[in-house]
């Protein structure tokens, strides 16, 4: 997300998108990605849980689903309106086809789940972006 916004303010020409010959829908990576409020609530919601009981857990959070990058490029466009242009290049070392969280213990024992869709992530994220940019007045 941070360099789609970058191509989105101007701070980079082009979004470089890594391989495209994934087992995947469309051939991209597909990750999981997460709007930062609904981490933030899924940390306090953890904190929370951890004042009763002594010890840790691991628990994941996330969505517990997957966008490939071309689904993400394709909805930040559309949300705000704007072009982003990108270069397909060769995967890079190491990169799985897929990765999501399973967020079954974040539900079970948090009872937290996220709220904010992908279209939201975009559209905040990029008004973010856009905010920064600006020179002070």
Not at 68 to 86: A, D, K
Request: contains cysteine; glycine residues 10%; aromatic residues 10%.
């Amino acid at each position: 997300m941070p360099y789609i916004t970058q191509v989105a303010t101007g701070q980079l020409p082009e979004l470089y998108i890594y391989g495209d010959d994934y087992p995947t829908k469309d051939g991209t990576g597909v990750r999981d990605y997460i709007h930062v409020v609904d981490l933030a609530k899924g940390h306090v919601s953890a904190l929370n849980y951890l004042e009763s009981r002594p010890g840790a857990e691991a628990i994941n959070l996330g969505t517990g689903c997957g966008h490939s990058v071309l689904e993400v490029v394709e909805t930040f466009q559309r949300v705000n309106g704007i072009r982003i242009p990108y270069v397909v290049t060769g995967r890079r070392p190491g990169d799985l086809p897929e990765s999501y969280a399973d967020v079954t213990k974040a539900y079970s024992l948090l009872g937290w789940k996220t709220r904010l869709t992908l279209d939201d992530m975009c559209r905040d994220a990029y008004n973010f972006a856009a905010k920064q940019r600006r020179p002070p007045v």
